[in-house]
């Protein structure tokens, strides 16, 4: 952003009456859109008188925050017209769809990526049949609404987006309009404080609008209902200056608004200047809701209550009098002067449209695919751990990460973040931080480490602001990833769920280009807890990414630093994915050498030949399979102690990094060919398979595989508390003796020995449960245990 | 509560030097107990010199927030003693779990709950020792904490609960201590605003205590570092008054804390006797992280700051001058004073400790079972739809759940109380409103209805409140429903996962009596959702619940109207489940008369014959099965297709309401027996079975079952959009063409007319494509379909 003066202010905050008649026409123009949106089928124009017959059968959509929302795009136009201000507009109540779908028309963008939707009365009526119709568009914002990186479905995510969405991007203003209901949700009230991290010589700037109409579906707010004082403080608590526009009188509003706007742009531009007296603004528009529709109907008054919500006037085409206040209402905005013979947007509408890539609707900060440059991504090879012989040495996998991150923030420094709620060191990632401090903007002491303005490691106790950053950051085309908890990735797993959502709809979209994925690493797993207990202990969210569609869901286990490092490599190179990474944190054994980590990342599965005793055989006794690392280890182990005793019996070790390699190619496009499956599997061996997560997810992704009942799988059964890891492998019956057992039991030849191997398995889980009896550490055998030389 | 004199007020602000002597002693034995959980397993009350034998192996815990939620603890235990006031303490910083932990013991409860862990030398090392060891207790408070109704994983329901415990309890005063880690999160800054909805003359009161101690793991907090006047106004816009204790030096804390304490406790006084000139009072204790603890380490400042978050001299067993310096910081605290001979602990430190009941820890509300009063339930029966012949007429079924709450907030009016996101009257539950109105403390005006202070149907725009109200309400004793959009439900998702380990852990602890359940509503289904798009389409949370221990997890798909008020009757009726009902709000087919409704719920699962036509031959050519309302339709309606067009095809129609009835009974409680599966789905005929959730989950519940994979399960595949219901399950495959023409494809004998009637099939559903492509409703025949008389 360059300078503003405080000529401009002056003029932006005192509209001519030109500006004046230019924006109450767009709105009027858009307001007319909106309607028509949710009521007509025929007749688009009122060229003719209307009737029943021009009714849609089904009355649904929002009138009651659309005119909010087009009254504040107008206004921001105007700034953008004056200013050349690049700008993205995030709907907060975004069932305000229509309003944001209108703008997009009248800009023309929304022709530009539906030519169907054409320029004229035919364009008009099926931009109106289209809207919450059978095949149709949402009533609310959403993927196919141009201009939006924002989904107005599930709401309180308007700030966490608009934040994401200006760090590392110094010129980009980001209106974020805040409906009252979305203020009460828990993740919008914790975004208010996302000033608290953004620095405003680095990043752009996020002008919140808060917009009190002070109703939701059927009744009022609470911050609708409270002071203004307390309104005031509240914000103001939060570190905001309060710019505050009240009314519903014309045109006072607009002078009004346009006067707030621009004390808001010149705080904006004073504070990128450098001037710390400022503070970050934020603008508070109390509007009736479903303002300038019918004021009361049947006696009852509408506009400004929760009452103008969705429908002010439902039965339109059963009651001649709806019908007749709903044409009046149609024509009070004067459609004559809006659209021309053709059915265009006359000039009078169009001139206040600012052109290309500084309509707000066109902008391509929200189409984030168009300006996204791949990472600078160092070769992951040299991050490697130099493994000779399997299962022999320990090593943080995630330290490895770290430093392969600390090296992307260094090449690629203006496009890559890292997100994590306060537990970057914890999770051994801390190398970050040799070469960027955490971002924080409050005031800093001499005992802080790594931390201050100029930091951009985001850390920040909550969920919702990690993951609804990095979506900002993502659909705006830049690159991370958000670290957490496994447990508690389920606060913002909704996050997880309405982005693969809206990253599963844009794979439709010919018009939206591919944006980095999102990159989520789970660390601190359920296997893997020390002083937690039960509470922290849930594979939750990978159940949650299975079931979405495959052509975003990915997921990854993998069980040492080599693989880690080339699954990590993989994520960051690649676009619109939900990938998910699952590794502990803590020393862990290591397997595979990097040549090996590679091509066993590429396959997705492979077999591990050095762990098995089946010699290539093709069908061995057994098969033991694994994905995970804490029940690889076990399933190794397991192998192992069948190699020592049972020297015939045959067993064949697999292991799956990928783990969307086991459903059929027809249910994921990463599902491994027949072929491939059952030279991994054969067609009737029997599978003891020991899984990261619930068993169920193996069954399910096993289905219609050669006679799936054959897996047998083991896998977190919800049986956790303060623990050692062994001893939650032993609760969830995922233990080396368990898995021995399993395999002995499920074997179709049951070998010399077996017997006597079970009864040796039972002994030592009964030794063990005397250990855990008495409060101690893991029995020494499995403590140490590593493989022997 | 009583009326509180300002005699009374003053006595409480200003201590005596022997009240502050036992307040001190008391938090002394406190902080001792806490540091020997964290370092000790041997010499528990350094009755010998300190040495490197007497140290844990590994240092696990968190000492940082402990001390001032023990300083918190002693101070209100003389408020209790003061004032016979009964109180319930919950811990945010729930990591704080030592602390809380010695209070119970100090005060008796733990030695009454775990009678191994007893008063004396012997008590306390078993105290230390089981404390972050394997098989012994988190860090972190948690269920087996005598006194919490709070776990202290996941971060940010500590006022929600308080808030919850407090509704309709209008003796009791709520301690919620607020860390400023847990204050950035979303669900807790949501949470501020209970006070909106919290009526003082009818509820108890949350005093909630904000410990700004400056750091969380690893750095400092935003709170921490804002200036005192900002957070006041955040605070003091949410509509409380602020009352500030800042400090380190004693006695002076504990005077001021005093004086803080009399004083809210006087303005909650005069809130519920009436005084609408005072404000719930807030208090901000900024006091050292870490403090009393050691001040420098290694020329560090530890107290303080981030780094006394978890264990602040960490080389105790390697170091001799951390060792030292240990054994100094314990000594600080004189144990000598506070425990006598046999290690109990002395008369100083129990003096301070209220009797019986009193005690926090102690409190029969914090264990919620032993004031649980069954509802007086209505009988279900009486709000039937009487159906006398099945799919011939349409209803709103959960029309009839509003009746059955309505009188039950007539029947039981302190103890039943129903929250939703501002959605009650959308999901056709408005009957409640017949005799409750909303609950609302701020403003109201001539338009609202239904709204105002005495209402107790509890609707906030934020599933984290609602679930967190009725989570608290719930572990207190009493009963509710959480009704809202099944996508949504994945906002609070964590929550569900969270309260669902809470009972699953609660029931290895006899001395907790069981609770009354958590009940969850999901309206509004992925299948039917009209104007909202594909955000608006997720059965996720079915999911997440699935994944549950079978002591706790049910989900019911009631088909109908009958089934479901007889599925609500049992959920109201039981205690300590997860009860998860998922059923369309629309008007939908009716099938079964009561007393069949009744049978059929009974069952769980079962034959609906007068749909099928296999008369009860064993084996039938192909099972049609079906959970979940819409898939119900679609399945009936395929089998009526196949009996028209093939009438020697042997169909037989399934229904399961309970899903839990699939699984085998060894892996869930209602798992029907092999006969009774067999009895309705055969050992070998092939299974068509169309569910509500995601296809895996029934591979996931069949597994194991004979010949599992002949189970083809047809379900939300993850397509979405803007359309009618039977779209839906036309882009999902599970429309009744899909049906018919997977029975056919799967059945073992073909019949004849088979081909033809496939051919059929697909032309209809080419036919249904146009229809969508011109974006009408649905096609005649499919909108107006029921059962032929």
Not at 85 to 106: C, R, S
Not at 352 to 377: I, Y
Not at 509 to 522: E, G, H, M, Q, Y
Not at 752 to 758: E, N, P
Request: charged share 20%; proline share 6%; glycine share 10%.
């Amino acid at each position: 952003m360059t300078t503003v003066s405080a000529d401009l202010v002056r003029t932006l905050g005192e509209p001519s009456q030109e500006d004046l008649d230019r924006l109450d026409a767009w709105w009027r123009a858009n307001n007319y859109l909106t309607i028509g949106q949710i009521y007509l089928k025929a007749n688009p124009l009122l060229r003719e008188p209307l009737s029943a017959d021009h009714i849609k059968p089904r009355l649904l959509g929002h009138w009651g925050t659309s005119p909010g929302l087009s009254f504040i795009y107008a206004h921001v136009n105007r700034l953008i017209k004056h200013t050349g201000q690049e700008a993205i507009y995030l709907a907060g109540p975004g069932h305000g769809g229509p309003a944001l779908v209108a703008a997009g028309y009248l800009e023309g963008t929304y022709t530009e990526h539906f030519p169907n939707i054409t320029q004229d009365e035919g364009g008009i009526l099926r931009l109106f049949r289209q809207f919450s119709s059978p095949g149709g568009i949402p009533s609310h914002v959403s993927v196919t609404t141009p201009g939006s990186i924002h989904e107005g479905g599930e709401l309180g995510y308007v700030l966490v987006h608009a934040f994401g969405a200006v760090m590392d991007n110094p010129d980009l203003l980001a209106i974020a309009v805040v409906g009252d209901g979305e203020a009460e949700t828990g993740p919008l009230e914790g975004s208010w404080k996302g000033i608290s991290f953004i620095n405003p010589e680095r990043d752009g700037a996020v002008l919140p609008i808060l917009h009190l109409n002070d109703g939701k579906i059927s009744g009022p707010t609470v911050l609708g209902r409270k002071e203004p004082e307390q309104v005031r403080q509240l914000l103001q608590g939060h570190g905001y200056q309060v710019i505050e526009v009240t009314g519903d009188d014309l045109p006072g509003m607009h002078v009004r608004f346009a006067q707030a706007l621009a004390e808001a742009y010149g705080a904006i531009k004073a504070k990128k200047s450098g001037d710390k007296s400022v503070a970050w603004p934020v603008i508070v528009l109390r509007s009736p809701k479903g303002w300038t529709g019918p004021h009361e109907v049947d006696g009852i008054v509408v506009e400004g209550t929760w009452r103008s919500h969705q429908v002010p006037l439902s039965g339109v085409r059963e009651n001649p009098e709806h019908l007749k206040l709903l044409e009046k209402w149609l024509k009070s905005y004067r459609p004559e002067e809006l659209f021309d013979a053709t059915g265009a947007p006359s000039a009078l509408v169009k001139d206040q449209s600012p052109e290309g890539n500084l309509r707000m609707s066109a902008t391509p900060h929200a189409n984030g695919g168009v300006l996204t440059r791949d990472l600078d991504m160092p070769d992951f090879r040299k991050y490697g751990i130099d493994v000779t012989k399997p299962g022999t040495q320990r090593a943080e996998s995630t330290r490895k990460l770290g430093e392969l991150m600390r090296d992307i923030y260094t090449s690629s420094p203006d496009r890559f973040r890292l997100f994590c709620p306060d537990e970057t060191n914890s999770n051994r990632l801390g190398a970050v931080f040799e070469v960027s401090d955490r971002a924080f903007m409050e005031r800093t002491t001499a005992d802080d480490v790594k931390l201050g303005p100029n930091g951009r490691v985001m850390e920040v106790l909550s969920e919702h602001n990690c993951h609804g950053w990095l979506e900002g950051y993502n659909l705006t085309g830049r690159h991370g990833l958000f670290a957490t908890y496994e447990a508690f990735a389920m606060v913002s797993a909704s996050q997880t769920v309405q982005h693969g959502k809206w990253l599963q709809e844009a794979a439709h979209l010919p018009w939206r280009a591919k944006v980095p994925s999102l990159n989520i690493l789970l660390t601190s797993t359920a296997w893997r807890n020390d002083h937690n207990g039960f509470s922290h202990q849930g594979p939750g969210l990978l159940q949650v990414v299975l079931n979405q569609r495959g052509n975003v869901a990915r997921v990854y286990l993998p069980p040492d630093a080599n693989t880690l490092l080339s699954v990590a490599d993989h994520c960051f190179r690649s676009r619109s994915y939900v990938n998910l990474i699952v590794i502990d944190k803590q020393p862990q054994l290591q397997y595979l050498s990097m040549d090996e980590a590679i091509a066993h990342c590429e396959r997705g599965a492979g077999i591990w030949d050095w762990a098995g005793t089946d010699d290539g055989e093709t069908d061995p006794d057994i098969v033991l399979a694994s994905a995970g690392d804490v029940v690889t280890m076990e399933t190794v182990a397991a192998a192992q102690i069948l190699k020592e005793r049972l020297p015939n019996f045959k067993v064949r070790v697999v292991n799956v990094v990928n783990l969307m390699t086991l459903p059929r190619p027809k249910d994921h496009p990463h599902g491994m060919s027949d072929v491939q499956f059952t030279e991994l599997f054969t067609d009737t061996v029997d599978v003891v398979f020991a899984f990261h997560g619930y068993p169920g997810a193996i069954h399910q992704l096993v289905h219609g595989r050669p006679d799936a009942d054959r897996f047998r799988v083991r896998g977190f059964i919800e049986q956790g508390t303060t623990t050692t890891p062994f001893d939650m492998t032993v609760r969830n019956k995922t233990s080396r003796y368990h898995l021995v057992m399993d395999a002995i039991n499920n074997a179709k030849r049951l070998p010399r020995g077996a017997a006597d191997l079970k009864s040796w398995c039972e002994s030592q889980l009964a030794r063990h449960e005397q250990f855990v009896v008495e409060n101690l550490e893991d029995m020494p055998e499995v403590r140490d245990w590593a493989l022997p030389a």
